[in-house]
T-cell receptor, first 120, second 112 residues
């Protein structure tokens, strides 16, 4: 059974604190993603990684960094939290189709349970 | 830039009704389209994925269709139940880098 887990369901932090959010997938997927979800704004991509030690900025990378030292693990780092980073953070993973499968349209994205971060 | 719109934003129906949720997208050059369900305070659960070459996919009481040329997808839910109450999101995958573009969702309430 497909599984993406996130290190915490709820976190409360004070402004200026450093936060690590960890995501682990057990499907041997190449691609991993970090999103944030806010009312009225929907899901927005923060960063994604398509291989170990590889990363690309998403739509809203400011104030965040990421780390991917192992294939199964993708961490989101908030170096100095601010109140506008209060949000639901969602991690996801997907596979990269094999060369012959590219046109198949597969590579379903699977999500973790989310971490609700509140910054006071 | 791809934009995804879901209408209506909220829908309330009595139990047992068949219903359709709509998703439209502006760029028809897509790799696939995925429908998700999200319960309050939870993550997203993948319901159906339609590949660009497909017209529809079915899973139990759910049927999703895709019309790339008109930039539309629909999610049909048959014989709705209170347990179907959730937010339903559609997401388009452009293919080149697997980044999804999401709609803002339809909040469905099924009343007993």
């Amino acid at each position: 059974d497909v599984k993406v887990t996130q290190s915490s369901r709820y976190l409360v932090k004070r402004t200026g604190e450093k936060v690590f959010l960890e995501c682990v997938q057990d499907m041997d997927h190449e691609n991993m993603f970090w999103y944030r979800q806010d009312p009225g704004l929907g899901l927005r991509l923060i960063y994604f990684s398509y291989d170990v030690k590889m990363k690309e900025k998403g739509d809203i990378p400011e104030g965040y960094s990421v780390s991917r030292e192992k294939k199964e693990r993708f961490s989101l780092i908030l170096e100095s939290t601010s109140t506008n980073q209060t949000s639901m953070y969602l991690c996801a993973s997907s596979s990269t189709p094999l060369a012959g499968e590219y046109r198949s349209g597969r590579n379903e994205q699977f999500f973790g349970p989310g971490t609700r971060l509140t910054v006071l | 830039k791809q934009e995804v719109t879901q209408i209506p934003a909220a829908l309330s129906v009595p139990e047992g009704e068949n219903l359709v949720l709509n998703c439209s997208f502006t760029d028809s050059a897509i790799y696939n389209l995925q429908w998700f369900r999200q319960d309050p305070g939870k993550g997203l659960t993948s319901l159906l994925l339609i590949q660009s070459s497909q017209r529809e996919q079915t899973s139990g009481r759910l049927n999703a269709s895709l019309d790339k040329s008109s930039g539309r997808s629909t999610l049909y839910i048959a014989a709705s139940q209170p347990g179907d109450s959730a937010t339903y999101l559609c997401a388009v995958n452009p293919g080149s880098n697997y980044k999804l573009t999401f709609g803002k969702g339809t909040l469905l309430t099924v009343n007993p």
